[in-house]
């Protein structure tokens, strides 16, 4: 009896908001700090420009958290139109059969004007896309550029031959630590692949069945892992633990370090920490002598929408994509956070504003471009189940050989072989479900 | 004469006063393990849908998985040095404390402040604390460098949990060994001393005895509690690294289940470390239980 109150109460409350207000909405996302800042200045943006839909936008804190808070709404359906997933995720969702095809909801727009590296990642292995890409980051090499000139580098290095050559001479003239790595999966190990059109696992990662392997523990990353353990005895290289600060990021912003590979997500921090100090130079990431260059893959994370709302919801969130998919709006992500923009029009739009050449937008053309570098079927991304988890056992593993507890090629091996029983499981788990 | 059960008139209505708590363990307490039971014999898809039953598999998919192992023995090691080591300090504290010594009465106030500080904090601090650039162990590191490295070093990580573990858990020990000690009739005390027992031999014979019951309650509850309790330290200190020597199995549960999405194999460790706690706690009492004296 109370429970018939109540719905009706609440039936009466839903339907007095939806007479005021076309269409209230929210949108998931999980990140903090100054990207945090920006979304919801989008949020602001997108409601004070119309009045016929309202988004409410909540910070879960993580992605990792917003996937985990996603899954449980799901689950007990109170669930947000719009959310925001991070790349690992991608075929979590693809199989989830929560969401829907952005490109089938959005049947309209130009998805082709969408940067390569950024589409392949989250489209079906039929080319559709099933997100629309948000906030995308790819790896850029970031250098000081006055402790190098500092050790007498002139020319900015651009391969690994050159990267090491740079940091013996760092170290020659005292720099404790001339190169510094998270050894993070997708910085070290995913995006090193990619660039080098090295395959990550059979099926072309994934991309043509769930029955794919990991062989990464063949290919040239075996040797390029076996080259940092080298170079960190030779006190070339360090690893985030090894550093005062143990966090690779703040070792390279507070000069303790001149060089590192990061997200083009953290520019903006690091030309902060940097200004009126040092001169920070950012380009394309480094490749070995005699390999071609392929596409970086895209990085941070691209919006869902959710299955099991109505047609109202759906038409708001339709809105506040193509609002949040507009050059300006691209604009203003890239230059209050350092994330590169998605379509490739943007560029146009940068170069013809006042701000054109400033380092506001430092990270887009230079993200652009390694996002667009030729590619291979091995350097789309990546569709390998239970990837979240991988991701884990793959930094355990090379911890233990960072730490001298077993050879690279072992822990290369473990990984291989733990990340292989994923897989199978994965298989099993989605034994009934298709590959879009 | 009022007999106990005219207390309450009417015979429904202890268990009806009962029911709001009765049904607030049922709701939270045993639904999510009898879901935890239930999962662990399904391969669950994390958004729901399409899940398969498969029996025993996912038990002998972990039981057979080395990780899980690893896990559990770490899991064994923490809780025996860190629930030994939980109780032998307040033990040793609460046994100054009630000597009246100089200060004992500041120690009391001072040593209980801690118990209002939450595990996640603990585990902030004491990552501060033993940091090997700016901790205090920072001057080890300076004459011989890289010998204190709980970045890198399994043992020392795993040390620097320890030590956060303990410290963490003195203050309710203490109060509870406190009390204990403090209600031992003085005149017990000043006949052993009369017959020429000296500190130590009071301790053992006469304190030590007399406190078995709470002895035996703090290292109950710190047996089981260090199995849990750890999340917290582990998740703001080490993250189960490095290459995994500190993850414990409450912390690969945790992360099995919410950042790999595997939700069978997750609640399938969960229904495994249920029995091993349950059963751990039973063999206390079996074993330890018999010998403790509650009569005074």
Same mark, same amino acid.
């Given at each position: 009896m109370k429970i018939s109150i109540l719905a009706a109460a609440a039936a009466l409350m839903t339907a007095a908001c939806s007479s005021a207000q076309a269409a209230n909405f929210e949108f998931w996302y999980g990140n903090t700090g100054s990207v945090?800042?920006?979304?919801?200045?989008?949020?602001?943006?997108?409601?004070?420009?119309?009045?016929?839909?309202?988004?409410?936008?909540?910070?879960?804190?993580?992605?990792?958290?917003?996937?985990?808070?996603?899954?449980?709404?799901?689950?007990?359906?109170?669930?947000?139109?719009?959310?925001?997933?991070?790349?690992?995720?991608?075929?979590?969702?693809l199989l989830s059969d929560a969401v829907v095809p952005v490109q089938d909801v959005l049947p309209d727009v130009d998805w082709n004007s969408y940067i390569k590296g950024a589409r392949s990642y989250y489209e079906t292995s039929g080319g559709k896309l099933y997100s629309q890409p948000y906030n995308a980051s790819t790896l850029l090499f970031y250098v000081n550029k006055t402790e190098l000139e500092k050790a007498g580098v002139t020319e900015m290095p651009k391969t690994w031959e050159d990267i090491i050559e740079s940091a013996r001479k760092l170290k020659a003239s005292g720099h404790e630590c001339p190169y510094v790595t998270n050894g993070e999966p997708w910085s070290m190990f995913e995006q090193f692949s990619a660039r080098h059109g090295l395959p990550i696992a059979s099926q072309h990662n994934g991309y043509d069945g769930l029955n794919a392997e990991y062989v990464f523990n063949t290919t040239f990353f075996a040797k390029h892992l076996q080259n940092l353990i080298d170079w960190r005895k030779e006190g070339l290289v360090k690893i985030a633990s090894d550093t005062k600060a143990g966090n690779y990021t703040a070792a390279f912003n507070s000069g303790e370090c001149a060089m590192m590979e990061n997200s083009s997500g953290s520019y903006t921090d690091s030309s902060k920490a940097f200004a009126g100090k040092y001169e920070l130079s950012v380009s394309l990431t480094p490749m070995y002598k005699g390999y071609e260059r392929h596409n970086t893959f895209v990085g941070g994370a691209s919006i869902y929408i959710m299955k099991g709302h109505d047609q109202s919801e759906i038409d708001g969130a339709k809105a506040f994509l193509d609002f949040l998919r507009k050059p300006e709006q691209q604009m203003f992500m890239t230059a209050s956070t350092g994330y590169v923009p998605v379509t490739n029009d943007v560029l146009d739009a940068i170069a013809k504003s006042p701000d054109a050449g400033t380092t506001k937008y430092a990270t887009a053309a230079v993200g652009i471009e390694s996002m667009n570098e030729p590619g291979t079927p091995d350097t789309r991304g990546i569709r390998l189940g239970f990837y979240v988890q991988f991701r884990s056992i793959f930094m355990e593993e090379t911890q233990k050989a960072f730490a001298g507890t077993q050879t690279m090629q072992v822990a290369l091996d473990h990984a291989k072989k733990r990340g292989d029983e994923l897989l199978r499981r994965f298989e099993q788990t989605y034994k009934t479900a298709k590959l879009p | 004469m009022t007999s106990e059960s005219s207390l309450f008139s009417h015979r429904w209505l202890p268990a009806l006063l009962a029911a709001p708590l009765l049904l607030l363990i049922l709701i939270f307490f045993y639904a999510p393990i009898v879901q935890a039971f239930y999962w662990s014999f399904f391969l669950e898809r994390p958004f729901g849908g399409g899940s398969e039953f498969v029996g025993w598999d996912n038990f002998r998919r972990v039981l057979s998985d080395p990780e899980f192992w690893d896990a559990g023995w770490r899991t064994v090691i923490f809780m025996v040095f860190a629930s030994s080591l939980? *109780?032998?300090?307040?033990?040793?504290?609460?046994?100054?404390?009630?000597?009246?010594?100089?200060? /004992?009465?500041?120690?009391?106030? *001072?040593?209980?402040?801690?118990?209002?500080?939450?595990?996640?904090?603990?585990?902030?601090?004491?990552?501060?604390?033993?940091?090997?650039? *700016?901790?205090?162990?920072?001057?080890?590191?300076?004459?011989?460098?890289?010998?204190?490295?709980?970045?890198?070093?399994?043992? =020392?990580?795993?040390?620097?949990?320890?030590?956060?573990?303990?410290?963490?858990?003195?203050?309710?020990?203490?109060?509870?060994?406190?009390?204990?000690?403090?209600?031992?009739?003085?005149?017990?005390?000043?006949?052993?001393?009369? =017959?020429?027992?000296?500190?130590?031999?009071?301790?053992? =014979?006469?304190?030590?005895?007399?406190?078995?019951?709470?002895?035996?309650?703090?290292?109950? +509850?710190?047996?089981?509690? /260090?199995?849990?309790?750890?999340?917290?330290?582990?998740?703001?200190?080490?993250?189960?690294?490095?290459?995994?020597?500190?993850? #414990?199995?409450? !912390?690969?549960? !945790?992360?099995?289940?919410?950042?790999? !999405?595997?939700?069978?194999?997750?609640?399938?460790?969960?229904?495994?470390?249920?029995?091993?706690? *349950?059963?751990?706690?039973?063999?206390?009492?079996? #074993? +330890?239980?018999?010998?403790?004296?509650?009569?005074?």
């Open positions: 945090e800042k920006a979304i919801l200045a989008q949020c602001d943006a997108f409601n004070a420009s119309q009045s016929a839909n309202h988004v409410t936008c909540v910070g879960q804190g993580s992605y990792e958290v917003s996937m985990q808070k996603a899954i449980a709404a799901y689950r007990s359906n109170k669930h947000p139109v719009l959310i925001q997933f991070f790349d690992a995720g991608t075929l979590d969702l | 939980a *109780v032998a300090l307040p033990l040793i504290l609460a046994v100054a404390a009630d000597r009246k010594i100089r200060l /004992s009465l500041t120690a009391r106030n *001072v040593l209980v402040w801690p118990k209002g500080v939450a595990g996640a904090s603990i585990g902030v601090v004491f990552a501060f604390i033993f940091n090997p650039f *700016v901790g205090i162990l920072a001057p080890i590191n300076h004459f011989f460098p890289g010998a204190w490295a709980p970045g890198l070093d399994g043992t =020392d990580a795993f040390i620097t949990l320890i030590v956060a573990h303990v410290w963490g858990g003195i203050p309710f020990n203490f109060v509870i060994l406190l009390a204990g000690l403090q209600s031992i009739p003085r005149t017990m005390f000043q006949a052993a001393a009369m =017959d020429g027992a000296g500190p130590w031999r009071r301790i053992f =014979d006469v304190q030590l005895p007399l406190i078995m019951p709470q002895l035996f309650l703090t290292l109950v +509850l710190e047996f089981t509690e /260090s199995v849990t309790s750890a999340f917290a330290l582990i998740d703001t200190i080490t993250k189960g690294g490095p290459g995994g020597s500190t993850n #414990l199995l409450v !912390y690969k549960i !945790y992360t099995d289940g919410f950042s790999g !999405y595997d939700l069978s194999g997750a609640s399938t460790q969960t229904a495994i470390l249920m029995v091993f706690v *349950v059963i751990l706690t039973a063999a206390q009492f079996l #074993l +330890l239980g018999g010998s403790v004296n509650y009569e005074r």
